[in-house]
């Protein structure tokens, strides 16, 4: 029931009996309502008393008495005791105070009678139905949202907003409700009596504040603490359900009313009182930051609080800020390490400029992870290995495993080693043992089998994200590169999943790392719809950054799109220039150097691809990190059409056979691939080469293979085997990455399936030749879609003949007329 209802109800049969309690903070209409309800029994002849019955008032007067909870006890009795005769009319408006006996005993008895009518807050469509009846015509519905979220619909502060928005003379309509909203609030607030503007003050600061502690910052005995308190909220401006903006703008506009000085000493009051009795909240001391509080005080509190959230990094440096707002120091590593962690890199940078010369060696090695760390994450990892190596051993095993994953990076093996062998002084928590786990695989990588290297990195990898401050790279990330490089996709898969499901709080830092590599596995995998959904983001660091456009250009190669080729590797090159190459991303680098002959830009790409063979050489050419950049250099020769360019890596792959399986498969399937190119097509070489492949995870490799097998050879019989082989290596894949991979082959620039059916002709086409007249619209010839369609050039050239026949073209041109108009493609 509105202020509107309890007028229409009492006229509805002004003579009824009524018992009505309206109940409602300040200016939520209760007067309105009252004045409405007199009128209605004016008009009915019947008289009205507007105070509690007396000896000698005229018989079957109603009684209409506004804000009741400023009577006495005495006269709110009187007002009980007539509630119980039936026969008499009792509308009585009163604010929700719950501390006056006499009060509650009234409203009690009125509730019994007849539900209570509780003014509150408007909502939307009752913020626009007042407006029109202001304004003559429906507002806008930005208007509405406007001054829903400057009055926070109170109904006092919506008329004047309202007012304002229909004549802002000169400003712009937000601007004129702002400006009207706390006009309108510090005029009523002026009327309100100094101790409860002082509690409101107070509340407005935090919801979970009561009465011991506007007790404790005004001074005051406990129980008129609690009356203050009641009749605070009883105004109904500082509601659980208002927002934070309307709560933001009311304490600015307590604070004018109350003066500077008056506000200053009871925040400082406040803030003593919760210090001392250990109760200030993150929130709280946030609020008095943001609220203008300067004080040593604060700051230290703050400070305080922001070392107890170190493993929240968002939340301390929200809180490190703020100390530093109000006084304090930004001098710390926990705020480099937690600027780091939420993506501000630059700032975290500057910082540990400032702390390396520090004379405390626990905060110098610190200033040195953190900077490091910062380094290797934007492509620097020759900058970090310096760092590292000025520094020297420290017991600390988080610094010890970050100097030792940089230094590995960098192919510095003797440091890496000297960084591992430190002593740690510290107790045997499981962040340290994960620490020097970490340490002990990376470096069994070097000179141990794979299974070796991987039951010890595995170790690292913990259930739980405690955080303990930012590394050169996540033990997930690291576990995952060296099983995607030895040729273990489910284990890689694996923990990155594991890892992208427990985000943390560094997941600005660390997120984009490990969807960047789950991408990379799809792509290899031949799910290439799925691989591009894990490229996109926005504002990426320098290693992110060259892993996202190598991504890029790995699947617009393989989905056939050269222009896009060119594009993304040129993006990547510009990154690849800046940065320093090292051990962790040969991938990328391997596929750029690929997709660098396919474009005949090998000579631009050399000196990066001539750096990495040394990088593997000062670390002893472990087969375990140098197998996939050598299957990388036989695809790049292959494709310059260089057999002397391709023998090194052949070779290579060939001596690394004896102790790797992948390597093995690698070797077998680089030797089966050059005597496909000659058109010697052996079908049970090329089912072992590709299904070897496929097992190691290079699906896309392994089809592809199959379907060059089928196209080089003459013999019909070969060529059906082949791409059976291709289109079943195509879906051997589990039901999880069935599910990513797209149910049609990506074709560049090809329109989507929605916007194609609704062409009448195109219902007419099946599925495969649907996808085949994508194709050759693109102008590709039939060998090539056949190649990717996994298909002979001769089927492509049975599709197109019945396409031409159920689309009724006359002509090849006709044809290409008709696809163009039911595609909706431009002109090639």
């Not at 509080?293 to 604060?298: G, K, Q, S």
């Not at 576990?479 to 040729?487: E, F, I, N, S």
């Not at 969807?515 to 290439?528: A, E, F, N």
């Amino acid at each position: 029931m509105t202020t509107v209802d309890v007028a229409a109800t009492v006229a509805a049969s002004p003579t009824e009996s009524r018992r009505i309690l309206v109940s409602g903070g300040l200016g939520s209409g209760k007067t309105t309502a009252l004045a409405a309800v007199r009128d209605v029994l004016h008009s009915a002849g019947i008289p009205v008393l507007a105070r509690p019955p007396r000896a000698g008032d005229p018989s079957g007067a109603a009684i209409v008495v506004d804000d009741a909870h400023l009577l006495g006890g005495a006269d709110l009795s009187k007002l009980t005791a007539t509630v119980s005769d039936s026969s008499a009319t009792v509308i009585v408006a009163a604010e929700p105070l719950t501390g006056v006996p006499e009060l509650t005993e009234l409203t009690t008895a009125l509730a019994r009678e007849a539900p209570a009518v509780r003014l509150g807050p408007l909502g939307a469509t009752e913020i626009a139905s007042a407006a029109t009846a202001i304004l003559g015509s429906a507002p806008p519905a930005e208007m509405v949202r406007s001054v829903a979220t400057a009055t926070a619909g109170l109904p006092f502060l919506v008329h004047a907003a309202v007012a304002a928005a229909a004549s802002p003379d000169g400003e712009s309509p937000g601007a004129a409700i702002s400006s009207a909203t706390r006009t309108a609030l510090v005029d009523r607030l002026r009327r309100i009596d100094q101790p409860v503007l002082d509690a409101l003050l107070i509340s407005s600061l935090s919801p979970e504040l009561g009465p011991d502690d506007v007790a404790g910052a005004l001074h005051l005995d406990a129980a008129v603490a609690r009356d203050l308190v009641d009749r605070a909220r009883a105004t109904g401006l500082i509601a659980p359900s208002l927002t934070p903006t309307f709560l933001r703008t009311l304490h600015r506009c307590l604070a004018q009313v109350c003066g500077a000085i008056r506000h200053h000493d009871i925040e400082v009051n406040l803030l003593r009182v919760q210090i001392d009795n250990a109760t200030l909240t993150t929130d709280l001391g946030l609020r008095l930051a943001e609220h203008g509080l300067r004080d040593p005080l604060l700051a230290d509190a703050l400070t305080d609080l922001a070392e107890r959230h170190r493993d929240h990094p968002v939340r301390a440096v929200r809180l490190y800020r703020a100390a530093t707002e109000v006084g304090g120091t930004a001098r710390s590593t926990r705020l480099a390490d937690a600027l780091a962690a939420t993506g501000d890199c630059a700032t975290a940078r500057g910082l540990t400029d400032d702390l390396l010369g520090s004379e405390d060696p626990a905060e110098r090695a610190a200033a040195v992870r953190i900077a490091g760390s910062v380094a290797a994450h934007d492509g620097a990892t020759a900058e970090a290995a310096e760092l590292f190596g000025w520094l020297g051993t420290h017991p600390d095993p988080l610094v010890s495993s970050a100097g030792v994953v940089v230094a590995v990076g960098a192919g510095d093996v003797a440091v890496a080693r000297t960084l591992a062998g430190s002593e740690g002084t510290g107790p045997p928590t499981s962040t340290a043992r994960a620490a020097r786990r970490l340490s002990d695989g990376l470096l069994a990588t070097l000179d141990q089998p794979y299974a070796t290297a991987m039951a010890t990195m595995s170790q690292s990898v913990t259930e739980g994200r405690t955080w303990s401050g930012v590394a050169p790279d996540t033990s997930a990330a690291l576990v995952a590169l060296t099983a995607m490089h030895g040729g273990d996709p489910g284990r890689a898969r694996s923990v990155l999943t594991r890892a992208l499901a427990v985000p943390g709080d560094d997941a600005a830092f660390t997120a984009h790392r490990h969807r960047l590599l789950l991408g990379w596995l799809r792509m290899q995998d031949g799910q290439l719809a799925a691989a591009s959904a894990d490229v996109a983001a926005a504002d990426l660091h320098r290693r992110d950054h060259l892993w996202a456009a190598a991504l890029q250009t790995a699947i617009a190669r393989r989905s056939g799109d050269g222009g896009a080729v060119q594009k993304h590797w040129y993006a990547a090159m510009d990154v690849l220039d800046e940065y320093s190459v090292d051990l962790y991303c040969l991938l990328p680098l391997g596929e750029l150097w690929v997709a660098a002959a396919r474009i005949q830009q090998v000579e631009r790409i050399g000196p990066a691809v001539t750096r990495a063979f040394e990088l593997l050489g000062a670390l002893g050419d472990p087969p375990l990190w140098s197998v996939p950049l050598r299957w990388a250099g036989v695809h790049a020769g292959i494709l310059a059409n260089s057999p002397d360019a391709v023998a090194p890596h052949g070779a290579a792959l060939t001596a690394a056979a004896a102790g790797s399986a992948f390597a093995r498969s690698l070797a077998l399937a680089g030797r089966t691939w050059l005597r496909v190119l000659a058109s010697q097509v052996d079908v049970d070489e090329v089912t072992v080469a590709a299904r070897g492949l496929a097992r190691f995870g290079l699906t896309w490799d392994a089809t592809r293979l199959a379907s060059q097998a089928a196209l080089q050879t003459p013999d019909g019989r070969t060529s059906a085997a082949m791409l059976q082989l291709a289109r079943d290596l195509k879906v051997s894949v589990s039901p999880q990455e069935a599910a990513d991979r797209p149910s049609t082959p990506i074709a560049a620039g090809s329109q989507s399936g929605g916007a194609a059916s609704s062409m009448p002709n195109w219902s007419r086409l099946s599925d495969r030749e649907r996808e085949v007249a994508e194709l050759v619209l693109q102008g590709m010839p039939y060998r090539d879609i056949g190649s990717q369609l996994l298909i002979s050039a001769k089927t492509v050239e049975h599709h197109v003949a019945r396409i031409r026949r159920r689309l009724g073209a006359e002509s090849r041109s006709e044809l290409i007329s008709m696809l163009r108009a039911i595609l909706g493609s431009p002109a090639p």
